[in-house]
């Protein structure tokens, strides 16, 4: 077994790392059962070994050799996502893909900028700043994730609602296959050339591919940006608010309508007790904005929106990427996760009843609330938070599959989407057969297993275990 | 061989027919070059049989009973496809989804329309018309394609510039695998769900499933519609307008460059002879078309243009989707198609030049020309029409040839994409790999042979024969 460590070595070098503290620093990423599970000293174990690739072909290499010596291989980006695609086992070995860093080409003229996979996503967007340009995804992990994490996890961010999820915003890809191969997609604005090959990689969790390059179609940086707020007696009413504005055409990027409960928790200072805020950031040509801001109101208003100070956009455009550290809170007693979910709009007052209703009857369960945050034509979409306190730590995990079995089950039976922006992982992957049914599943395994056929890129990730759940 | 019309009888009874007429008015779609095969008598042969499925298990009956019986089934939709995508064999079962008609379902809270795949595009159109809503989708063939084929081809509609090509107005898909089993992906605004399957029948021109329904997000019929028009001194000089236009964030749903050919033959009333017209069309709330219509303006303006009699707009409107019959030119000794492709805007230029420049090569050339009809943010397609007097009949098909290989060469050699919105076929199979790479053509191949592993579904379309071209 240790072939492969040296194999590895062989063809690869000094990006082989075995020291301790390399692997213990891949073990997973930032769900928050693995952080209980460290927390009760039985987290996931180190990996075999490191590969820290540098370019292309040392991630080809790395497959081939893995492929040949039968390791499992798990790609690493920035291991910031929060349904545990990333957990180690002592034979795995773990592919950062942080080695690929930076800008490959940049054009202002067709706004296209290639970024190497494992550029960290501020870095990219930061880049692009610099002329002018925007990539415009802002996902609240923007300074820990890669650029190709986005891609892997079928990531949206906060501005969605305007500029798109990464769907929407990635023009080609280069992605290394399980066998070594290099696929490159072409840098062409839009083809009916078959099935749109980027879309196979996109949410496919490190489990098909692994991804290299990303191209995005980027913007110019808005010529205006302007925050808007109201707040409502009822979510419901700000949900229906929503839905007109979008129903309208209009799309502000960031369009967040926060429960009465989390506007108390994060806005006090600018919405009523029992209220729920509405926060909307407008950009684009100035005149354009103009427009957007005074129909918007106008619909608000209509939908029965009380005007907020708009003070509340730019404090939450200070703390959007705060998140208090789920260790901490463990330490505390705290069990603490957020749930992404999305549905069509006739769906969503009873989505969002039904979801905190449920977790209201786990034993210890402190809180229940939701916002959303990523709306479209059809629907949209609810980031639940729930807390509850667990005094014997051991029970710390039941209670938080106790809050995640509440929430999937009760979205299903709604008839909602199981996931929205986090990726399915390991949390997820039971439910998975309610979002896309038998048929979807067996498709799904007949792709892994005519890309993947010896199952060794992300086992366990993505897919149910066959078998009955 | 005969068994599996039997066995498809006692299956579907009616549905299964076998007579001259519904076996020959089956035979193929409407491309150029079996128009031309058909004048010279060696058009393609009728089918062993028609079934007219009128459900979702009729489609998996006559799927399961073929590969049973080990014959090939084309799947056949409103035929209007102009790359050969269709083109039966006297083996082979046409499944025709034209019995598949009406609507599922409409929800006007959610903007949503369900339809059978077999219904006409522009019957849905209509349909949700009564509802005062829109899918937005127009492509010239809206009156003879169905839903489900807008979906197999990836097509692109007239408007698609501000509304999206069939990617963007599908939220969800009803598809018959090649086993008999039915794939429903759910109808949620968005997902993090794994790979979209969707997008695996998107494009798939037949040969991975048949897509039995569509649902669309839809629109509320625009407040406000608008024309606008002006014209270049030069081709290129319309193109930069519309790439700033498209920079700036401004989404008409039309925006379409005539090069000083097409803008004679068509608009020579209102285009001054050698210039190059431009027509747009804005939609949405008044005021948002107010602005929108004053910034083109002034962009046109900025990039050389002189502001057009709008009439033109309304010419192009009335008169959009009559095209002439291949047939009767055929008669008159013209060899005359279309092709579509698309690039990123720095090789705009060069890709026009080079592509007419070729096709004036070709031996009785009368006409190469182009227009630019559905942009991005990153580029833009040009459909260029061509047009070839050959003396002798029996040399069509080798002129016909020749104007492709002209046109995809050019464009592979400019780095541009090889297929904007008309698909595949059989016309363009051999230039796949340009498009994708060895590696996506191998992984297109996995997924062909995973999901229909004896190649039964509408064989000889979007994969090129294996070995050397």
Known sequence: MSDIVAALRAALGDRVLTDPETL???????????????????????????????STED?????????????????????????????????????????????????????????????????AEERVRQDGLTIGHWPQSVALSTVGGWVATRASGQYSTGYGSIEDLVLALEVVLPDGSVLRTRETPRAAAGPDLRQ????????????TEVTFSLRPLPEASVGQASHFAA?????????????????PPVVRLYDALESQRTFAAWCPA???????????????VKEEVEAVAALSAAAGGDEADVACVGHWLEHRNSVPSFRELNEQGLVVDT??????????????????????????????????????????????????????????????RACWERTMNASVAAGAGIAHHHGIGRVRRNWLVDEIGDAGVALLRDLKRALDPDGLLNPGVLLPPPGPR
Do not use: K
């Not at 592919?95 to 996979?117: I, K, P, Q």
């Not at 979510?235 to 799309?251: C, N, S, T, V």
């Not at 729920?276 to 950031?281: F, G, K, Y």
């Open 200 to 211: 196979v990689f996109m949410g496919s969790e490190g489990t098909l591919g692994v991804i």
């Open 339 to 400: 749930i992404e979910v999305a549905c069509t709009w006739d769906l969503a007052p009873r989505l969002y009843a039904d979801v905190t209703r449920s977790l209201r009857h786990v034993p210890g369960i402190l809180m229940a609330s939701a916002h959303t945050s990523h709306s479209y034509r059809s629907g949209t979409n609810f980031y639940f938070t729930f807390a509850v306190r667990v005094e014997e730590r051991e029970r710390m995990p039941a209670a938080y």
């Open 59 to 123: 991630v080809a290499q790395t497959l081939r050799i893995c492929r040949a010596g039968h390791a499992a291989v798990i790609p690493f980006g920035g291991a910031s996502g929060v349904c545990g695609a990333i957990e180690a086992t002592p034979e795995s070995v773990v592919l950062s893909t942080r080695g690929l860093e930076g800008l490959v080409r940049l054009s202002d003229h067709n706004l296209t900028a290639c970024f190497r996979a494992g550029t960290l996503g501020i870095d």
């Open 274 to 288: 029992g209220r729920s805020l509405l926060i909307l950031l407008h950009e684009g040509p100035a005149s354009a």
């Open 235 to 251: 979510f419901d009413d700000g949900i229906e608010a929503i839905r007109r504005i979008m129903r309208a055409g209009w799309r």
């Open 24 to 54: 213990a620093a891949h073990r997973r990423d930032y769900w928050a059962l693995a952080e209980i599970h460290d927390l009760l000293g039985r987290g996931a174990p180190p990996p075999r070994a490191v590969v820290r690739a540098r």
